[in-house]
């Protein structure tokens, strides 16, 4: 895995872990690879990953069985979401903004743009 500079290495994997849940690589309710299998998988010291489940966990998007491992919480697909949604909306579309508004480029722009973007993922 190769980190950016600008984050936290452990909000990094954070954010990775997060990516496979919602793509469904760790399905709710089932086990998640261990501190040390995903230090491993991910070439960072263990400390860190401890960082990020501790993280996830904190946010309810992943629960410990004590002696088991990590598990994904039911409902952490929708938890992240709202997460996801909620700091996009806060940090970065505030800078997208400026950047319009900059630029000169309009909402209807955007709009004709994104309809585009849609109908390829269709």
């Known amino acids: 895995m190769i980190f950016k500079e600008s984050k936290s290495i452990y909000l990094q994997i954070a954010d990775r872990i997060m990516d496979e849940i919602l793509l469904s690589v760790y399905e709710e309710e089932k086990r998640i690879p261990s501190v040390r299998e995903y230090a491993a ?4 010291n263990v400390n860190t990953v ?5 993280y996830l966990q904190g946010k309810e998007i992943l629960y ?16 992240i979401l709202k ?5 996009f ?30 109908q390829q993922k269709k």
Request: net charge negative; hydrophobic share 40%; proline share 3%.
């Open 50 to 54: 401890v960082r990020s489940y501790d």
């Open 41 to 44: 998988m991910v070439e960072v």
């Open 64 to 79: 410990n069985k004590r002696g088991i491992g990590y598990f994904v919480s039911p409902d952490a697909k929708i938890r």
């Open 89 to 118: 909306m806060k940090e970065e579309l505030p800078e997208i903004f400026r950047q319009m508004h900059l630029l000169d480029i309009s909402m209807d722009e955007v709009v004709e743009l994104y309809n585009t973007y849609s």
């Open 83 to 87: 997460l996801r949604k909620g700091l």
